[in-house]
């Protein structure tokens, strides 16, 4: 009842885990799937080693998280073990990277395809590493080179993951459609500070917003894009119950990413949110989320 | 959100772990532990040693943040946030609690809950913590040099004593290495045992995988794992990851 | 002890009324002013009057309100009694408006100017209105010459609201430095759907995001702005106490505006976040407002 | 959020009016109104006009939003938020009810919870709303038509009603200048008064601005308003605000 594809990867379901989120570890990710996951995205995987920003790197908001890891990544050479842990799950698993132009992106998803991951996610996205993520991400041209060098290089599927920190995300996703799905979206440019201390709270000072708050700017971000760009999409952002996914699969979603739930919601979120899936589509009289994919789209 | 609270009494314990008092309102269990951020130096994982209402933080010097956290006095601020994670389950079963180091720290608050008999393991004679902190207790020293009590390790105390004890439990917290032993040992003899584990944390909430050992994550599945699950972590004293996330062995 | 001045304006405390929350009236400005607040400014008056979007217009969320009201206002020629109503308040009176080029801003700050409003308010930011507000406020050359003809125009103070709908923020406030206040920031472009109904919930679709779920987005733009931008700023977006104004204050705001939290907390909110603020400078030795803007640089 | 309510039942009360009955957790007191939502077509305020376990909209058919609600069938749903806004305060007084038209839907809930008498009034005879919802009750009718009861309109019959009882109290619905006329004759008697306003509502939470009345909110300080704040409204019975906000004479 629950499966679905993109393209032609199937899943058993459409609860995909988020990239960043117990993903830097195969074991995790097979815990992940345990726990009722359609499919995996792994950590977001750069050339060297990152050992990320120093502590703070999060901060719990009472309607979602602030955070700053910067891309800590055990590298890409380091990083094959940890793949065919997790395809030991039997789902698809994604593999995330992020470079700093075209070359690294394609040299990074070739690693990747070898190791075996179903499909490369590429993170242009990220709104708080210098260089990287978003900073690349805003900048049309530069999205259409990479996505083309990259489909150009490897034979898997390629997703290209967006910011929602621009003012035309559709423009960013038509430059980006050459690949093979869109995520949407990836968290908001934001920031704390502590009054008490009088500091910013992240040592980075800035970091991504993510969870429950920004689900309104994630299903808008899916709603505009599905109807302009003829992409599968992969919804992402402050998903945390079967409600959620289905408003994102409404919107023109496919498939969902699931990442800050898991904080708020424990790992178990993935097989709970499944089953609120089926009693929501049985009461509802749908038997394939095909039925369901954009049909609040007002045209 | 971070909550503020101020350093109320400071207690020098060994020559390298302070004990710092404070209020606060949360109810933690044995075994919990809070993050503290210290603005503008570090944050970092810390286990509750006292857990009435006056509690406590017994904190080792072992680096930038902790040295930091020892130039402090009473009056200054700690910013907070926890109780995180699971604490140990009491169980009834005749225990033997063995704590190594600033281990002890950790199992202190469990141990004047429940009955049992104490093993206190340091280095060093000095370094033993809270040697009196436990009244009508049979509580037994090791140190390494043999400075005070029995010259060894924690361990090779713990297998005297079960020679001569019928223990049914083992709770722990201490060294890596050490806790490996322990676990060894419970395998081995068919005894119950509970690890409190560290490892690298960055936030503390179970997302960012960085404490995960074998899949499990310190910060929320643990940091005390019982002993089915510390039966399934190969990497158990064996490997542990970096900042980077690598797998290097320890 | 709470007193601001934006440059030569003086506010007998920080607490601003944001544009677009009970100000189309000048009776009901005196309302929210006899509750407490330090000044008020006005909804986005345009040239002609308009009836907005229909019905619903609002959505309520646990975290913050979807609005998409639509610039309905009853149009500068019928706005000249509001205003004279506004200013019996005994505070500064800001005139907010929305045109769609050079032209009509400095014509709509003019009459405002008339009218006897303290200061214009330039929305360059509403993210639902096409062609008005954020389509004009993401790009840096009209908003430079959008600024620039108004200030030539109007001998009052010219604020200046942008959009966080953009990916450079900073840029755009640059574009804007001849104002003379940057008020930071307008909501968030988002939406909602109902998955029962399967629409969209607000008639426009889209709209935006206010409230607590959008400060962590207001407060980085206010904190990234006051490191590039020498000018006052005026940080607006899910202030509900006094917590929330210190921190906009210590990430650079000089004044804040507040919205959403007349919902959350009823119109009272300004005469309470007033009295926790003062107690709050009692309890940590500050005796100005000023003492604490921009306090939590990082350089 | 909108939560979603199946009608269970539909009466039709007049020509123009409909009562359509549903379930739904909330507690709303008497005068209190939600926001319904036909998705696709209109969202528009509404007084609850029964109150308990089943609660009920009673709705008169005047534009295109009501005309789609009055299409509807039993099983078909509604989308509503709320209930919103100040009721009526019940107080010890000798109370007299005045509804006119669908004013009597937001005035029945109040009247089947507190002593006093009713006076229905309508343009014509049909038109009259729960005529016989009230037991044991003196209930006046009045007909602009004078097709039932008193001919002419409702305040002039209440003054008559005033000649003749001791009435220290109205609790009133209906068109604003019925409520206009009533204030009047209240302040003028020196009696105590309720009126349960209707204003062009956009937001129904307090921001909009739309339901003002010189300077207040008709959707959260009131829609029920008691005399001082009603003494104050120069605007009622005279102006109004258009969609665009403009003050136009009523
Ligand atoms: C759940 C938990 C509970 C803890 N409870 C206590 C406690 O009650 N008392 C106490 O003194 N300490 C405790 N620790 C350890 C404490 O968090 C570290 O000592 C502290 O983070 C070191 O910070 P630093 O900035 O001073 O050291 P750093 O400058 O970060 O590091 C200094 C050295 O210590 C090592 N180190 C740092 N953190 C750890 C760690 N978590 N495990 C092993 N080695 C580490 C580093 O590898 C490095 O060699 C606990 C750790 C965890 C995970
Ligand atoms: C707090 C409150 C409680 C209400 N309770 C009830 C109730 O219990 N039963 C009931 O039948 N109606 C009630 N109403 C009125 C009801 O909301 C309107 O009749 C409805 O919105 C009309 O919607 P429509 O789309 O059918 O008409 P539209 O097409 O929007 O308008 C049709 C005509 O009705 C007029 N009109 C619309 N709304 C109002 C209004 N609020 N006041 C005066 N004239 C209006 C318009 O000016 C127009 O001439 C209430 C209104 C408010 C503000
Ligand atoms: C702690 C954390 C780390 C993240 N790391 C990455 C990452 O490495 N690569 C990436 O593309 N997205 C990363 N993200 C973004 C998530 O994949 C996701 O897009 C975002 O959190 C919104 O989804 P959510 O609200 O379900 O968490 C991270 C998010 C969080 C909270
Ligand atoms: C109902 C509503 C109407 C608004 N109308 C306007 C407007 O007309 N002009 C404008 O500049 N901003 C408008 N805004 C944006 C607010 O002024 C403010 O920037 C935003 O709501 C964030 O602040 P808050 O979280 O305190 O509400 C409106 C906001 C809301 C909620
Ligand atoms: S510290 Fe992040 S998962 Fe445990
Ligand atoms: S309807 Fe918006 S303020 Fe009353």
Known sequence: MLSVAINDLRFRNPLLLASGILDESGESMLQVIKHGAGGVVTKSIGMEPREGYENPVIYELSY????????????IENYGEEIKIAKRGGV???????????EEFAYLARKMEEYGVDAVELNLSCPHARGYGMEIGVDAALVEEIVKEVKRKVNIPVWAKLTPNTHNIVEIAKAASDSDALVLINTVRAMAIDIEAKLPVLSNIFGGL???????????????VYREVEKPIVGVGGIIDARDVIEYIMAGASAVEIGTAIYLRGIHVFSEI??????????????????????AQVR | MYRVVEIEEIIKETPTIKTFFFRDETQPSPGQFYMIWLPGVDEFPMSISYIGERKAFSVKLVGEGTRKMHSLSEGDRLWIRGPYGRGFVEKNKKALFVGGGSGMATLAPLIERMRGDVVIAARTKEELLFKRRFKNRRVYIATDDGSEGFRGFAHELVERLLEENE??????????????????????RGLDIQAS???????????????????????????VFEKDILIEMSDLGRYTRDRAGRRVPL
Chains 1, 3 share one sequence.
Request: net charge negative; charged share 25%; with cysteine.
């Open chain 2, 167 to 188: 223990y049914e439990i083992i709770y722990t917290c201490g060294p890596e290495l050490m806790m490996r032993k322990l676990i060894d040992i419970a395998i081995e």
């Open chain 1, 64 to 75: 979602g998280l602030l955070n700053a890891i910067g891309l800590a990544n055990p590298g």
């Open chain 1, 210 to 224: 993510s969870g429950p708050c920004i689900k309104p700017i994630g299903i808008r971000a899916v709603y505009e």
């Open chain 1, 274 to 295: 499944a089953s609120e899936m089926e009693d929501w589509m049985k009461k509802h009289g749908y038997e394939k989320i095909e039925e369901l994919v954009g049909i």
């Open chain 2, 197 to 223: 584990l560290e490892r690298l944390m960055k936030c503390g909430i179970g997302i960012c995988d960085s404490c995960s050992i074998n899949g499990y994550r310190v910060c929320v599945d643990g940091p």
């Open chain 1, 92 to 102: 698809p698993v994604i593999g995330s990277v992020f470079g700093k132009d075209a």
